[in-house]
């Protein structure tokens, strides 16, 4: 496939119902969206990354900056040592660094280079990537809720439970944590509970958290995600013998290498595996694989993705490691409008689509009455 050109594409979005977590609530969603063109087939991209930065994570607008001044030159480059032609998605990851930033970009590209592959040769993701089964399983996240009150926080659970979710994912931090796990298994006793700490707890020093996290134990818990920060495989390990609970890692996950580390470790029980983060479709692929592989369970998680990104993560979420329901859940359900549309959607069961690509496309028309801004650049032999 020869390279025509690559168009960005930023709107913005926004979150019907804001998400509190231990690191702060989510509202506006702006996207960006890449789009590759070449003389086969074009192909569509979608960019995970939210507008605020994390440790772990980069923000939208230097992602921005960095597919448009280094990734669109160098997917050149590496189209102009190939006599003009598009780079293999394969490939793709091989042109950018290991850390946050570059994960993410190559993540962005690497869709876009798939999705125009598989329109060309009219094969859908979920065969591409070798999915096992043709409907996937949708779980819910119910943010901190305003005032901490536990009857608002088992009336959206519930809401969740009524729609389908094969689980519920809680956010939980210190001083909201057995109130809510208890809230919760009280009001859904056979319920799949996760409860999702985004790294906030500590061990060691004055304030060791180990005996509150041992309490949660009472609760039944599919695991307690994240308890301790990204970077404390080791810490993680030593709280895995403690707990009865299994332990569910995120942040931690950011490379494949991750992930082995935190086998080696003992450190994770559950791999919630973030195509977006860990650098693209085809690392989720190996990292689920991995977590197949060691026996553990893994799930695929999400950003409060458009429709473009949930379909793809949707076909990752068919692959045999991905064992327990993913976050994905129809983005009508949390965006105030969803310029590509999504799946078919029966309560918690996802359809993959069969459809060349990656099953979904931000509308041109939706995109210009959101007022979204639109720059092409042109590949010039
Ligand atoms: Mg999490």
């Given at each position: 496939m020869k390279l025509?050109?690559?168009?960005?594409?930023?709107?913005?979005?926004?979150?019907?119902?804001?998400?509190?977590?231990?690191?702060?609530?989510?509202?506006?969603?702006?996207?960006?969206?890449?789009?590759?063109?070449?003389?086969?087939?074009?192909?569509?991209?979608?960019?995970?990354?939210?507008?605020?930065?994390?440790?772990?994570?980069p923000a939208l607008d230097d992602v921005d900056v960095a597919v448009a001044e280094?990734?669109?030159?160098?997917?050149?480059?590496?189209?102009?040592?190939?006599?003009?032609?598009?780079?293999?998605?394969?490939?793709?990851?091989?042109?950018?660094?290991?850390?946050?930033?570059?994960?993410?970009?190559?993540?962005?590209?690497?869709?876009?280079?798939?999705?125009?592959?598989?329109?060309?040769?009219?094969?859908?993701?979920?065969?591409?990537?070798?999915?096992?089964?043709?409907?996937?399983?949708?779980?819910?996240?119910?943010?901190?809720?305003?005032?901490?009150?536990?009857?608002?926080?088992?009336?959206?659970?519930?809401?969740?439970?009524?729609?389908?979710?094969?689980?519920?994912?809680?956010?939980?931090?210190?001083?909201?944590?057995?109130?809510?796990?208890?809230?919760?298994?009280?009001?859904?006793?056979?319920?799949?509970l996760l409860?999702?700490?985004n790294g906030a707890y500590r061990r060691g020093g004055t304030d060791d958290d180990a005996s509150v996290l041992c309490a949660l134990d009472d609760?039944?818990?599919?695991?307690?995600?994240?308890?301790?920060?990204?970077?404390?495989?080791?810490?993680?390990?030593i709280l895995a013998a403690e707990l009865a609970t299994p332990i569910g890692l995120d942040e931690s996950l950011g490379t494949v290498r991750r992930l082995a580390e935190a086998i080696r470790y003992g450190a994770v029980a559950v791999a919630c595996i973030k195509p977006s983060r860990i650098g693209g479709l085809l690392a989720a692929r190996r990292a689920l694989a991995m977590a197949a592989e060691a026996g553990i369970d893994g799930f695929v998680g999400g950003f409060f993705e458009s429709g473009l990104g949930r379909a793809a993560n949707a076909a990752v979420a068919g692959l045999c490691g991905s064992s327990l329901p993913g976050d994905l859940s129809d983005p009508a359900d949390y965006l105030v409008e969803d310029p590509c549309g999504y799946l078919e959607v029966d309560g918690g069961a996802v359809r993959l689509t069969t459809a060349p690509g990656v099953g979904a496309a931000p509308d041109s028309a939706v995109l210009a009455r959101l007022g979204a801004v639109g720059r092409w650049f042109p590949y010039r032999s």
């Open positions: 025509v050109g690559i168009e960005l594409w930023r709107v913005d979005l926004a979150l019907s119902n804001p998400v509190a977590t231990s690191q702060g609530s989510h509202g506006p969603r702006p996207v960006l969206y890449v789009r590759v063109v070449t003389d086969e087939a074009e192909g569509w991209g979608e960019c995970g990354a939210l507008p605020g930065g994390t440790a772990v994570d280094r990734a669109v030159p160098r997917l050149f480059q590496a189209g102009a040592s190939r006599g003009g032609e598009l780079v293999g998605a394969p490939s793709v990851a091989r042109l950018f660094g290991e850390g946050p930033l570059e994960r993410v970009v190559a993540a962005t590209i690497e869709m876009a280079v798939l999705d125009a592959e598989l329109r060309s040769s009219a094969t859908a993701l979920a065969e591409r990537l070798g999915a096992v089964r043709a409907v996937v399983e949708s779980g819910g996240v119910v943010g901190i809720p305003p005032g901490r009150d536990p009857g608002a926080l088992v009336d959206a659970a519930a809401r969740l439970l009524d729609g389908g979710a094969r689980r519920v994912r809680f956010k939980i931090e210190p001083g909201w944590d057995t109130v809510p796990a208890r809230a919760l298994r009280t009001a859904f006793p056979s319920a799949a409860a999702d700490a609760y039944g818990l599919v695991c307690i995600e994240q308890p301790l920060p990204a970077p404390d495989l080791a810490a993680l390990g």
